[in-house]
């Protein structure tokens, strides 16, 4: 056996595309690639001819200072040319020229197979020194030798210096418009540096106008200039939006939001991210740049000049988002004025750093949920400064002066400013109750059913907690208990949807939920029924079993649980003297009938006493003495 034999090596027809890879099969790298090499050749202008529709000829022709035959066989004759080693980093320019400072983007030679995206063959016409060469490069299909075949067609005299390529467009095809925003996109702005497409000029991109620039020192690395642009101040909107990548005046894959996917200022969705544009010039990474130039290679320069560019770019945003976010809380506190306005002025702080918080964490929260936010936490202020301190307070025998006076130690005057106002608040609702409850041509429905809904705490210390609202859901399962017939039809039904009216009383139901060991929803813990007569009517027997009525419905309903406690109220001028409560201990039920009468006069009486107490205790004026003369003035000199 000869041992000396040599063997032949072969390629497959997927060998170029596995080498080249984007440069063989994605038209727009292709492309790019190809202007590229123009620019690498010193080019001052390049002639781009592309056809529309395919197939046609594609012709890509440049002033830049072309090749002799030798040059071209050693270039193109042999894989992974070095450029930096053979030609060095800097472009050399022809005479006759425009030079500039240029940094040639080829290092391997791979740009050579950008044609092959378009056609499995091309023509290359290079001239210099008085020479012309036109050479034709074929691919090979399935196993061969060699990937390609360079034959040489002709040489030629010919003026000048440059090099067209040419082929017939059969693939990848692309709509002019398409071509010309791709290369506008990829390719700075340079004097020495034009391109037209069907002979007409490409704009590219311009940055020397950009505002905002700003040059960070990365350690090991260098100088990154980084730019931002606003579509809002320039006047236009662009299509590309992030952070885009620059290096040597040639664009580095696609502006994006890449690597801030975990950051709240920017959703790729939001405004933010859709406004802004932020430009990296980034020179000193050019050998950090994959061949392809569609993305950086994984090194460690790399990373760490894209974290200070990520910690630059978002501590610019939020600089940039301080004004606007100013004005979205003030617009948000506008729409809810009136709630804000009922807050003490330490509430109200609480409120606007609840909202600082809320805008810093989620930046690019819209103004509608924002506005909505804001009345939340109005409410939940006026509930953390009244109900959590009159819980204290309604849980003991108002009669308990050491507990009371435990208590009031424990609080500071703004505190019990806070509650005395809620109990003033309270005197002033039992007043208006007073005088409308027993008069009859009073309206129960829009005058003394939503008094009621606001003074839930007069039926008792449990209600004073604001989870008791009105519930439409077990309304209507009493509503279903009354004929058409029997209730009384509004003109606009869907501006009193928390009532069923009855054509001599009102009902309204509310509730609050039950929850599980995990903080759950787990249905109501408690459904308080309110039936309100009118003015005059006495409550009977006959009152309170239709209330009976409404319990055992809402208990087969199914929309509460055994374990619910139920609690009827049937409220009217008088109370007969064999209308007594009923209570079913065995289905946590209880139906109470009240006069208007006993049960505001003990509100009333619970109320006042302990606004005294507290005001004595605390040494509080609940009036300012200049205010009220001023007020005591303009009262009498109406009557003057």
């Not at 074929?138 to 040419?166: C, M, Q, W, Y």
Request: charged share 30%; glycine share 6%; with cysteine.
């Amino acid at each position: 056996m000869n041992n000396d034999t040599n063997l032949t090596l072969t390629f497959d027809g997927s060998f170029l595309e596995d080498h080249a890879r984007l440069i063989m099969t994605d038209a727009k790298t292709a492309l790019v690639e190809l202007i590229a090499n123009c620019w690498d050749a010193g080019a001052n202008r390049i002639d781009i001819v592309w056809p529309d529709p395919a197939p046609d000829n594609l012709k890509i022709k440049d002033d830049g200072i072309g090749m002799s035959r030798s040059e071209f066989e050693r270039r193109w004759l042999r894989f992974n040319y070095d450029r930096k080693r053979e030609q060095g980093e800097q472009v050399i320019f022809p005479v006759g020229n425009i030079a500039s400072h240029r940094r040639a983007f080829g290092r391997n030679g791979k740009g050579r197979f950008s044609m092959f995206c378009f056609s499995n063959e091309y023509f290359i016409e290079t001239w210099k020194d008085g020479k012309s060469n036109t050479f034709c490069v074929k691919r090979n299909n399935g196993l061969s030798a060699l990937p390609f075949n360079i034959t040489h067609v002709k040489e030629i005299d010919k003026p000048g210096h440059g090099t067209e390529i040419s082929g017939e467009l059969v693939r990848n095809h692309l709509s002019i418009d398409t071509i010309r925003d791709l290369i506008g996109s990829k390719f700075i702005t340079d004097p020495t540096f034009n391109i037209y497409v069907n002979e007409e000029l490409v704009k590219l991109t311009d940055l020397e106008h950009l505002f905002d620039r700003q040059t960070i020192f990365v350690a090991d690395v260098g100088e990154i200039i980084i730019s931002c642009i606003d579509s809002h101040k320039v006047g236009r909107t662009s299509k590309q939006h992030g952070v885009a990548w620059w290096v040597q005046k040639r664009l580095v894959g696609e502006p994006s939001w890449r690597g801030f996917d975990d950051d709240a200022y920017l959703d790729a969705r939001s405004t933010e991210a859709k406004r802004y544009t932020f430009v990296v010039e980034a020179d000193i990474l050019i050998d950090d740049v994959r061949e392809d130039w569609g993305e950086f290679k994984d090194t460690e320069r790399f990373r760490q000049a894209n974290r200070a560019v990520r910690n630059a770019v978002l501590k610019k945003l939020r600089e940039l988002m301080v004004d606007e976010h100013k004005s979205a809380k003030m617009a948000a506190v506008r729409e809810n004025r009136r709630e804000m306005q009922s807050l003490s002025p330490d509430s109200r702080l609480h409120v606007g750093q609840f909202i600082d918080t809320v805008q810093a964490r989620i930046p690019t929260i819209n103004q509608k949920v924002l506005s909505t936010t804001v009345e939340i936490l109005s409410k939940l202020e006026q509930s953390r400064s009244k109900y959590a301190l009159l819980d204290q307070l309604m849980k003991l025998n108002p009669d308990d002066i050491d507990n009371l006076n435990d208590i009031l130690s424990n609080w500071s005057v703004q505190e019990a400013r806070i509650v005395l106002n809620e109990l003033q608040n309270r005197l002033k609702l039992i007043e208006s109750l007073t005088g409308l409850v027993d008069n009859p041509a009073a309206d129960e429905l829009h005058q003394i059913h939503p008094l009621f809904s606001q003074g839930l705490w007069i039926f008792g210390p449990e209600y004073e907690s604001i989870q008791f609202i009105s519930n439409v859901t077990l309304l209507r399962v009493i509503q279903d208990l009354f004929q058409d017939n029997q209730t009384v039809k509004l003109d606009n039904p869907k501006r009193r949807p928390d009532f069923v009216i009855l054509p001599n009383s009102t009902i309204g139901v509310y509730a609050s939920d039950d929850f599980n060991r995990k903080g759950e929803v787990n249905g109501f813990a408690k459904v308080l029924i309110i039936e309100l007569k009118k003015g005059g009517s006495e409550i009977t027997v006959k009152e309170r079993r239709q209330a009976e009525d409404y319990v055992l419905e809402l208990r087969k309903s199914g929309k509460i649980q055994p374990t619910t406690e139920l609690v009827a109220v049937v409220l009217g001028s008088r109370v007969s003297g064999d209308c007594t409560e009923v209570n079913w201990p065995e289905q946590n039920t209880r139906i109470t009938p009240y006069s208007y009468s006993v049960i505001l006069r003990f509100a009333h009486a619970r109320t006042f006493n302990l606004l005294e107490k507290i005001r004595k205790a605390k040494d509080i004026e609940l009036s300012d003495p200049e205010i009220d003369r001023v007020l005591q003035v303009e009262t009498q000199s109406q009557f003057v």
